[in-house]
């Protein structure tokens, strides 16, 4: 379903100029990754075809339509999106290449991707009430879920058990 993950990834596609190629979304090897240059997304997507790079302009467009396409047809330079109706989007696809992605997805030797649970944004937007400084907000990630630095006050929220870590609420939001 192109809609489902074009929409879970478009919050983290890149506007940065000077690195063109994360201002897209690829789709390689069954998954569909972003990256805003702070973050990087994956999403499973069962693609099974060659790697494919789409550009934001693509992107915004394929969403605001809103509608499941039919078919994808696409070469080397081209792609375009076919709907049950007839009517058809033509794009030029990215040119450049994405950096290794087997280096990004395996920082850590042995490291082990964990899943976003369910609830985690909802979560963390529950925690923001609670910081004790405004204008530093970090979120704890650990075995009970998220919470809040130790302050005058805070907050924890159970999401289940998550790898250890401290986040900018706007790189998690």
């Known amino acids: 379903p192109w809609l489902k993950v ?11 100029a000077s690195r063109p190629w994360s201002c897209s979304i690829l789709l390689k090897d069954g998954y569909a990754f972003a990256t805003n240059n ?12 060659d790697d ?32 049950a109706d007839g009517t058809f ?5 990215y040119n450049g290449g994405w950096p290794d992605l087997t280096a990004l997805c395996n920082v850590i030797e042995g490291a ?5 649970p369910e609830g985690l944004l909802k979560a963390v937007r529950t925690l923001v009430p609670f910081f004790p ?11 009970n879920g998220v919470s809040t630095i130790d302050g005058e006050h805070g907050a924890e929220v159970d ?3 998550l790898p250890k870590g401290a986040y900018r609420l706007e790189n998690l939001s």
């Open 133 to 143: 400084d405004p204008k530093t907000p970090v979120v704890l990630l650990g075995p």
């Open 112 to 116: 082990v991707l964990v899943r976003v």
């Open 6 to 16: 074009l929409r879970a990834l478009e919050p983290f596609v890149s506007s940065d």
């Open 52 to 83: 494919l790079v789409l550009p934001s302009h693509a992107i915004d467009e394929l969403l605001r339509i809103g509608q499941e396409p039919e078919t994808v047809t696409f070469d080397s330079t081209s792609a375009q999106f076919e709907y």
């Open 159 to 161: 999401v289940g058990a």
């Open 38 to 49: 702070v973050v990087f997304a994956r999403v499973e997507c069962g693609w099974g075809g």
């Open 89 to 93: 989007i033509c794009t030029n696809l």
